[in-house]
């Protein structure tokens, strides 16, 4: 009875959490479900043009090249800083750590702004670059790939450092060590040794940022200048401007279906208790 008592209370402290997802999110998913078999009539036609219809198939093939190109560039970045986060010296460490947690409490929507006024044609880098004579006209930096690319790089470089720290802190450094002592040069141990013992963070790193950019909005809408229009603000511009419901589920539905394919594929091959230590 006692025990019986206990899984009860258990229960009671998790139910809410998973009843807040189901009214919050899972029934609303079953709507847009719904929408995209429905809207504008019954049937497959809305999926059938998600993967037939060449503006449909332009905005899924430049959403998966704009995240292909952030999540190798993000990860690159991100693994340098964790290295340094790790085994900088005590100053490094700290200046690592502040740019790496100063992100976090500032908005999605004031970053792109910030980049915005950073990389307009008289934006700061352009007028900084043509005040020094190092161009003469100004660099088109933003209202393309370029800006998209920039901002979304801010924004996942925090949370793939995380995982990827978290890995290099779980290193066993006698290892290192041993090859160090066995006449390996440090390029050789880098590359043979600490990338592949690291190597559960570096995909763990990738997913996450991968599945976050498949679904960047703010970002891509502010850089972008609708002139590099990803999955999330086509999905709005059907939703809202128009009113093309039935085609938005569906792309929904797909994008859910890809993202969750993605996390699958995330908890197989990492230990989730190694990246968040």
């Known amino acids: 009875m006692v025990r019986l008592k206990r899984k009860l209370g258990i229960l009671a402290l998790i139910a809410p959490l998973p009843l807040f997802l189901v009214f919050a999110y899972f029934l609303p998913f079953l709507g847009v479900v719904q929408w995209s078999f429905t809207l504008p009539k019954p049937g497959l036609e809305q999926y059938a043009r998600v993967f037939a219809d060449p503006v449909v198939q ?55 702004f910030g980049w915005l006024a950073l990389l307009y044609n008289r934006g700061i880098v352009n007028s900084l670059l043509q005040s020094v004579g190092v161009i003469h006209e100004p660099l088109v930096l933003v209202r393309n790939e370029f800006g998209v690319i920039v901002g979304m790089m801010h924004f996942l470089i925090p949370f793939a450092v995380l995982p990827l720290a978290s890995s ?34 570096i995909i763990g790193a990738s997913i996450i940022t991968f599945i976050f950019s498949l679904g960047f909005f703010i970002t891509p809408a502010i850089l972008g200048g609708g002139r ?28 859910v279906l890809a993202v969750g394919m993605l996390i699958v594929l995330f908890l197989r091959l990492t230990r989730v208790e190694k990246l968040v230590g």
Not at 232 to 246: L, P
């Open 228 to 255: 590099s229009v990803l999955i999330a603000e086509f999905i709005y511009v059907q939703t809202f401007q128009t009113v093309n419901w039935g085609l938005a589920g569906a792309m929904s539905v797909v994008l």
């Open 168 to 201: 290099m802190r779980h290193l066993d450094q006698r290892v290192l060590m041993a090859a160090r002592g066995m006449g390996s040069s440090r390029l050789r141990t880098f590359w043979s040794i600490f990338v592949p013992m690291t190597m559960p963070g």
């Open 58 to 112: 332009g905005v899924f093939i430049r959403t998966l090249r704009v995240s292909l190109i952030v999540t190798l560039l993000t990860t690159i970045a991100a693994y340098a800083l964790s290295y340094l986060w790790v085994f900088g010296s005590r100053s490094v460490r700290v200046v690592v750590e502040f740019f790496i947690l100063i992100p976090f409490w500032i908005s999605t929507l004031t970053r792109a």
